[in-house]
Structures are given as structure tokens and as C-alpha cells.
């Protein structure tokens, strides 16, 4: 039972425009939410992250907004630049549940010159 | 500060076969967790270690088991290796205890490729 989905395996932008990566999730306990990038051969590193008690967190060119009723939260980046073609995971968890994050499959965001 | 270090990066065996990985956390995180990737599944949990306990368990067979040492350092076993178990391996470390999420969150390490012929 996939709690955490990201249902776009794959995303292709032109540089400078916006990048919208989206992510559902169906547990509702979770109360926090990250997102990492990953390039290959490397771990995944931490980007942005957002409490259910807000329902939008920035940094930079990175935004991430949270809807709690729709259980849906989504990364933007903008404006997208080549650097930032990797895979991209959404995550959550639940506090008090110790450090488990639970992944969704991931997207891979290309940017294009 | 050094990162999360895993060893080897790269582990080819053959099926029955047993395998234990390494992780290194960085210096001062007493929390360390594993996760499975795999095509098409994404980054699945192992299991959690702080301070040489078991805190956290996920949906694996009882082939795979870890344990963490006095320095934090930890392992992760797998007996009776089978095709399934291909993937990479990813520890991770985090240095707070993990009631409250907060912006301290965990570091990965660059991970093991295991193959399994």
C-alpha cells in the first residue's frame, strides 16, 4: 500500500520556467513533509520541508505548499535551471514516530536549455 | 564536517548467500536508518537504530537485521539473499532523537549497490 505517491514518473521543463512536482499522500497521520533530490550515484539530499501547521514553506527558488484536506502537497521551483534535473522524492512523517520517512517513487525533473 | 559513509559501494553476490553493509554516521548523530531503493518502489524503510536499539521496524522479512554500535556505527544483514534483493541500499543519520521533525532532518549516505546473480 503505497501511502506517499507521486504520480508523475517523469518531468520536463525549459529553463528559467516554473517546475511543478507534485505529491498525494493517504495517511492522515502524517504531520510532516520534505522533499529531497537525488542525482545518480549520490544519496538523496534534503531540499525543503513543511509542518501541517503551515500550509506553505520557502526557500530560494524552492516553495512547497500543503493542502491538507486534498492531502496533497507540491514543490515549486522556480525559476528551473539545468542543476536541478535530478530525481525528486516526496516524503512524510509522523512526529513522535522516531526518524521514519515514508518515500514516494519519485519524478525525474530534466531541465532543458 | 564528514558526511554519512557507507561500505562497499558496490557488492555483487550470488543467491543464498548472505551480506552485511556498513554505515558510518556523521560524528555526533546517534540515529541511523536504512532504506531499500528499488526501481518502481522508491525509497522503502528498513529499519531504525538510536543509541543501539531498534526503534523502528518496516515491512521486510526477517532476512534482513541490523544492529548499531556503542559509536553509533551501524550494520545491516541480509541472509539468504534472493534476486529481489538487487537494489541500493541508503543509511541514513540524523542527530536528534526524532519526537519533533524539525529542520535538523536526516543525511544520506551515497549508498551500496547490491547485486544478487
Known amino acids: 500500500d503505497q501511502q506517499v505517491k507521486q504520480n508523475s514518473p517523469s518531468l520536463s521543463v525549459q529553463e528559467g520556467r516554473i517546475s511543478i512536482l507534485n505529491c498525494d499522500y493517504t495517511?492522515?497521520?502524517?504531520?510532516?513533509f520534505l522533499w529531497y533530490k537525488k542525482y545518480p550515484a549520490e544519496g538523496p539530499t534534503f531540499l525543503i520541508s513543511?509542518?501541517?501547521?503551515?500550509d506553505k514553506n520557502e526557500d530560494g527558488r524552492f516553495t512547497v505548499f500543503l493542502n491538507k484536506s486534498a492531502k496533497h502537497l507540491s514543490l515549486h521551483i522556480v525559476p528551473s535551471q539545468p542543476g536541478d534535473s535530478a530525481v525528486y522524492f516526496c516524503?512524510?512523517?509522523?512526529?513522535?514516530?522516531?526518524?521514519?520517512?515514508?518515500f514516494g517513487t519519485g519524478t525525474q525533473l530534466k531541465v532543458e536549455l | 564536517k564528514a558526511g554519512v559513509t557507507q561500505t562497499p559501494r558496490y557488492l555483487i553476490k550470488t543467491r543464498g548467500q548472505q551480506v552485511t553493509l556498513s554505515c558510518s554516521p556523521i560524528?555526533?548523530?546517534?540515529?541511523v536508518s536504512w532504506y531499500q531503493q528499488t526501481p518502481g518502489q522508491g525509497l522503502q524503510f528498513l529499519f531504525e537504530?538510536?543509541?543501539?536499539?531498534?526503534?523502528n521496524k518496516g515491512n521486510f522479512p526477517g532476512r534482513f537485521s541490523g544492529r548499531q554500535f556503542s559509536n553509533s556505527r551501524s550494520e545491516m544483514n541480509v541472509s539468504t539473499l534472493e534476486l529481489g534483493d538487487s537494489a541500493l541500499y541508503l543509511c541514513?543519520?540524523?542527530?536528534?532523537?526524532?519526537?519533533?521533525?524539525?529542520?535538523?532532518?536526516?543525511?544520506f549516505g551515497p549508498g551500496t549497490r547490491l547485486t544478487v546473480l
Open positions: 495517511n492522515s497521520m502524517f504531520d510532516y
Open positions: 560524528s555526533g548523530h546517534r540515529s
Open positions: 516524503a512524510a512523517a509522523v512526529t513522535g514516530g522516531g526518524n521514519k520517512l515514508t
Open positions: 541514513a543519520s540524523r542527530g536528534a532523537s526524532g519526537g519533533m521533525p524539525s529542520s535538523d532532518t536526516q543525511y
Open positions: 537504530y538510536f543509541s543501539e536499539t531498534q526503534r
Open positions: 513543511i509542518s501541517s501547521i503551515k
